[in-house]
């Protein structure tokens, strides 16, 4: 730190932008800084690799312990990075609702074989802190590979890059910073609102921010707050959802972000008065069969525009396939009002009941034991394969067949 920086030194400059920079931000609403140290208490030939202290702790009104602390820093030692930004840690407050943000200032890099990256990436997943911000002061070509990976790296060559980048950092770590998520409807105009928006920290996968997506009183997508420091994981709960990975804001200017969000409106009928509780269906992926979104009938609900596949969860269950959701249209699939079969029983059957298809039987009941019951059916022909449970014969099976028409009981008795 006692290089050459013009027409001064490297120390001697730091000291004079960090206490003007203590003086401006603890000026500030609801911020509080402190100042630890590395490298200033054992001299350099002894490698003290733990020489690293707390100076000054957060707390209201500390400018002048801080300005006098920083007048009377003498480098002298090693640099030890790593733990020192794991000591770090431990100076914060503990305060869920706060911004942890550590601002590292050096001239040279770890000594002390260390692994700052992998320090700095284990307190971000732990969400102890932001990504660092690091200030390189001086011509060092190995700065940036050694620190890019750290945090947010910044290099310093003169007093004027020192105070710009010093402003730079303020800036980001303190500045209002918007957002604006425009959400795409199939020509391209940010026309889809009403969905719930979640913002993840990118690195600790922390959840930060819900926000219900709006339109403002002029019909464009409303603009929020977010904090710039952090590197988002954005989900946008369409269905199915829409993600967005590792999404970077420019601190201190509004930033619009485009998502393609084009929706249609799926409509779930069943014909006439329905004998059905609460009839589902699985909403598919055409290609994965992997399952999106479990629907109620006779409800409506918004689709990103695409081609569907609907399994109904009716006895049959019904297939159907190719069900496509177009930008603001509702497509409606409407299904037959199902008919009740009853099955009175005075003695134990074993059994149930069957729907031939391609020439296949395909069970879609098994009956209970014991008392009578009643079984809500697709409208078709059915076949009822029983056999007594008192009797061990085989040969005793009995096949019947019955045909379910929509809205009507029909009744099997065993005696």
Do not use: W
Not at 110 to 128: F, I, T
Not at 136 to 142: D, E, P
Not at 154 to 159: H, R
């Amino acid at each position: 730190m006692y290089a050459q920086m013009e027409e001064s030194n490297r120390i001697n400059i730091a000291k004079r932008l960090l206490i003007r920079l203590s003086d401006s931000l603890t000026k500030l609403e609801n911020v509080e800084i402190a100042l630890r140290v590395y490298g200033h208490q054992s001299m350099k030939q002894k490698r003290n690799c733990r020489d690293t202290k707390l100076e000054v702790p957060f707390g209201e009104l500390n400018q002048i312990q801080i300005r006098d602390k920083i007048k009377n820093i003498k480098p002298k030692g090693t640099t030890l990075i790593a733990y020192s930004l794991q000591e770090a840690a431990y100076d914060f407050p503990r305060d869920p609702s706060s911004r942890n943000i550590i601002i590292l200032i050096t001239d040279g890099i770890e000594e002390c074989d260390g692994d700052p990256c992998a320090v700095s990436l284990a307190l971000q997943k732990q969400g102890v802190i932001l990504k660092p911000f690091i200030i390189g002061l001086g011509k060092n070509a190995k700065f940036r590979n050694e620190f890019d990976c750290v945090g947010q790296f910044f290099e310093a060559k003169t007093e004027k890059d020192f105070q710009n980048v010093l402003n730079i950092v303020i800036s980001q770590a303190l500045n209002n910073t918007t957002l604006q998520v425009n959400l795409l409807d199939a020509y391209g105009r940010p026309t889809e609102t009403d969905v719930t928006m979640t913002f993840y920290e990118n690195h600790s996968k922390k959840m930060v921010n819900n926000f219900v997506h709006t339109l403002n009183y002029r019909g464009l997508p409303d603009t929020f707050y977010l904090d710039p420091s952090i590197a988002y994981d954005i989900e946008v709960h369409t269905t199915p959802k829409i993600e967005r990975k590792n999404y970077k804001l420019t601190a201190g200017k509004h930033n619009t972000l485009a998502l393609d969000a084009p929706q249609g409106k799926l409509n779930l009928v069943i014909d006439g008065i329905t004998n059905y509780n609460n009839l589902q269906a699985l909403i598919l992926h055409p290609k994965t069969n992997e399952i999106i979104h479990v629907q109620s009938f006779n409800d409506i609900e918004k689709y990103l525009v695409g081609i569907y596949t609907l399994e109904i969860l009716s006895l049959p269950r019904i297939r159907q396939e190719n069900v496509s959701v177009k930008q603001s249209k509702t497509t409606t699939i409407q299904i037959p009002q199902p008919g009740k079969l009853s099955i009175v029983k005075r003695k134990n059957i074993v059994g149930g009941i069957y729907h031939k298809k391609d020439n296949k039987m395909l069970q879609i009941f098994s009956f209970n034991e014991g008392a009578s019951e009643e079984v809500v059916l697709q409208p078709g022909k059915y076949y009822i394969i029983t056999r007594s449970g008192s009797n061990k014969s085989t040969l005793e099976t009995q096949i019947r067949e019955i045909n379910i028409k929509s809205g009507r009981l029909e009744q099997i008795a065993y005696y």
